[in-house]
């Protein structure tokens, strides 16, 4: 059974860090081939924040290119969001999300497993 698990979120005033983590287990293949966060904010559609492929190619939002960063670590099988220079219209759940086998790295929900999320709130 595949299980995604992230951790990390939580409250931070306009300008701060956070840095969430997430691990992947329970796949019969190497689930780093193609991993993601998205967020959603309340009323609004899940969209992708960042993904990182086996080429450790990434792609941002625009709204965070420069201040997120997507990263792994290998030897421990952690995916990383650094979160920087947060702003109150970053507030959302925030979800990781490993890519389902054959499936592209795409922003189309159906394409990944997901972990259970983990809240982000930046006040003003």
């Known amino acids: 059974q595949v299980q995604v698990v992230e951790s990390g979120g939580g409250s931070v005033q306009a300008g701060g860090s956070l840095r969430l983590s997430c691990t992947a287990s329970g796949y019969p293949y190497d689930p780093y081939w193609c991993m993601a966060w998205f967020r959603q904010a309340p009323g609004k559609e899940r969209e992708r924040v960042a993904r990182?492929?086996?080429?450790?190619?990434?792609l941002y939002l625009a709204s965070v290119r420069g201040r997120f960063t997507i990263s792994r670590d290998s030897a421990k099988n952690t995916l990383y969001l650094q979160m920087n220079s947060l702003k109150p219209e970053d507030n959302a759940m925030y979800y990781c999300a490993a890519a389902k086998y054959g499936r592209p790295c795409s922003t189309f929900l159906d394409d990944y497993y997901w972990g259970q999320g983990t809240q982000v709130t930046v006040s003003s």
């Open positions: 990182l492929n086996r080429d450790d190619d990434t």
